[in-house]
């Protein structure tokens, strides 16, 4: 089959690489019809992670059912379906309560919790950005779409990752009707916590960022853009908000924050939302961090380490909710919103393109080129 393949720092290439089949009576094997490039493929394609090459990427994947194992009891060959990025067991103690992203057995490595599809120190699962997929435990890790499946794989596909993992955000910082939510990184999972904090009802949803394209997109869904090469994006929500900062705050940029200049700063972001964010508000945290980053130019970052304005967080009485989305938990309730038409997250989407462009579309993303918000391949 073919596969997108990362050779080294920014180098993949479209190879032929041994078929993925069903190796567990419980896996599913899915033909993939849709997968996207993530800003986490990123991390890894900078060469920032322990990626391992020859490994293929992909962890936002839709397709269809082309085989079974002999104990899948639900799912059926034939059937179209979305699937979590997380690959979990569904027993173990997380599992049981709901963080499939925490997930004990799906992780070879038993200091570490949470496994994905193609991705750095997530266990040994091969990417979606193939023409085929193994699904372990298919019954659980497959979510099944409707007849409009096909037509709507666009919406859908957001289901694997972005949608969820903004959802997440907002549901971490506990988005209320009416709230005042302030969203740094307007990438494709800030512009899916401002959709997601639109769909809860929010009053106002201000979100920064520096590259135009995003903006605009954040504007056509009612959200005020703040543009941080312009102005301070502390000053500009403090003005919104009667001086007192915004009731919620979403984090959706992750450990390689830089300023307008182009400068890391790992803190960046953490910092401006403690200080944008009101006197006792919740901040919800999605965007990548890792306990080392031997990448950095910093010596703390290096470590994993921030210099975070905790004496601040703590003297305004807030409370912060961290990391990776369990996609299963909202997932059934997204779907619906999409299947009956009450959202439609594809207004991220900038190219459709066939799996063989991956490596210029992975060039153009990286380098955030305008009007490359978001790309789905097709396998
Ligand atoms: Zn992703
Ligand atoms: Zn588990």
Redesign the pocket.
């Known amino acids: 089959m073919k596969a997108v393949v990362y050779n080294g720092p920014r180098d993949v290439s479209v190879k032929d690489v041994p078929d993925a089949k069903i190796e567990e009576p419980t896996d599913v094997l899915v033909k993939i019809t849709s997968t996207n490039i993530c800003g986490s493929d990123l991390h890894m394609y900078e060469g920032r992670t322990s990626f391992e090459k020859g490994r293929v990427f992909g962890h936002e994947n839709l397709g269809e059912v082309v085989a079974v194992g002999s104990d899948v009891d639900k799912i059926k060959v034939g059937d179209m379906v979305a699937i979590p990025f997380n690959v ?9 309560r709901g963080f ?1 992203s ?5 992780q070879p490595d038993p200091k570490l919790a949470g496994a994905a599809y193609g991705f750095a120190d997530m266990g040994p699962y091969q990417g979606g950005q193939a023409e085929l997929l193994r699904v372990p435990y298919g019954d659980f890790n497959c979510l099944r779409l409707g007849e409009d499946a096909r037509e709507k794989q666009s919406d859908y596909v957001m289901l694997a990752d972005i949608f969820p993992t903004g959802y997440h955000a907002t549901e971490m910082a506990d988005v209320q009707p009416g709230d005042s939510v302030v969203i740094y990184g307007a990438g494709p999972v800030g512009l899916m916590a401002a959709y997601s904090a639109d769909i809860k009802g929010a009053g106002k949803i201000m979100i920064v960022d520096r590259h135009a394209d995003r903006l605009k997109l954040a504007e056509s869904i009612g959200a005020i853009p703040i543009d941080d090469s312009k102005v301070d994006p502390v000053e500009f929500v403090l003005n919104e908000t009667m001086g007192l900062g915004a009731d919620k705050g979403c984090e959706c940029v992750g450990y390689q924050a830089h300023d307008p200049s182009g400068e890391e700063h790992t803190e960046m972001t953490l910092n401006n939302l403690v200080k944008s964010v009101r006197f006792t508000g919740r901040i919800g945290t999605v965007g990548v961090f890792i306990p080392k980053d031997p990448g950095a130019k910093d010596e703390l970052a290096q470590q994993g380490k921030a210099v975070f304005d905790f004496g601040l967080f703590w003297f305004k009485g807030q409370t912060m909710g961290n990391g990776q989305a369990p996609v299963k938990r909202y997932d059934r309730q997204l779907r619906d919103l999409i299947a009956g038409g009450k959202a439609k997250p594809s207004f991220v989407v900038s190219h459709e393109l066939p799996l063989d462009e991956a490596p210029n579309a992975y060039q153009h993303f990286d380098n955030r080129d305008d009007g490359w918000t978001k790309v789905i391949l097709k396998p």
């Open positions: 979990a067991c569904g027993y173990c103690k997380n599992c049981e499939t925490y997930c004990l057995t799906m």
